[in-house]
């Protein structure tokens, strides 16, 4: 599972301290939220690799640096993770051989693509609308993408599209009327 940061120094704190009497119901939550996200962040390593691809240590290392080691992911978890992303058709793997190490190399596949644009908008609209809940503000990168009304899709701008590729909404109606 996740290397949860804050629960595992729970120990240093006192046994009378709110957050050691309350481990079992941080560790859950954090449990939860984790989960839901990995298969996201995984994903954006991956779509971030490029054509080459990331393997294993690669996507761990990046994943760690890109979330300022808040984001640990163990190998136990990883794994499974990408065999599982790759059964679903996200991901292809190639084995390569450099300097007499075999190494799997993880790539996104078009249907990944999508999938992952698809989670990603859902994830963005879903902060953003929890975003006052939390006295937090959701900056986005510039006007590129909108946000399908329908389906939460990302759809990049750059690429002039007519229809959502998910759902088939005209993009000239999301112009009009955009998520908020």
């Known amino acids: 599972m996740w290397c949860r940061i804050m629960i595992k120094r729970v120990k240093e704190f006192s046994e009378t301290a709110l957050i050691a009497q309350n481990r079992e119901v941080l560790e859950n939550f954090e449990s939860d939220m984790l989960r839901g996200i990995s298969k996201l962040t995984v994903l954006s390593v991956i779509n971030g690799s ?9 996507i761990l290392k990046d994943l760690t640096e890109m979330t300022g080691g808040i984001l ?12 599982r992303l790759e059964r679903d058709g996200l991901i292809t793997s190639h084995k390569q051989e450099i300097a007499g190490r075999s190494r ?6 078009e249907d990944g693509r ?18 006052p809940l939390f006295d937090i503000s ?8 909108i946000y399908c009304k329908n389906c939460s899709n990302r759809i ?11 759902c088939g909404i005209n993009i000239e109606d999301l112009k009009r009327r955009p998520v908020q």
Do not use: H, W
Request: charge should be negative; aromatic fraction near 16%; charged fraction near 20%.
């Open 50 to 58: 490029g054509a080459e691809g990331a393997y294993g240590y690669k």
């Open 138 to 145: 959701i900056s986005l990168k510039g006007e590129q993408y």
């Open 156 to 166: 990049d701008l750059r690429d002039n599209p007519s229809f959502c590729e998910m």
């Open 104 to 109: 799997t190399y993880y790539v996104m596949t």
């Open 114 to 131: 999508k999938v992952f644009n698809l989670m990603q908008g859902f994830f963005t609209v879903l902060n953003r609308a929890i975003a």
């Open 72 to 83: 640990v992911i163990e190998d136990g978890t990883l794994y499974p993770l990408l065999n």
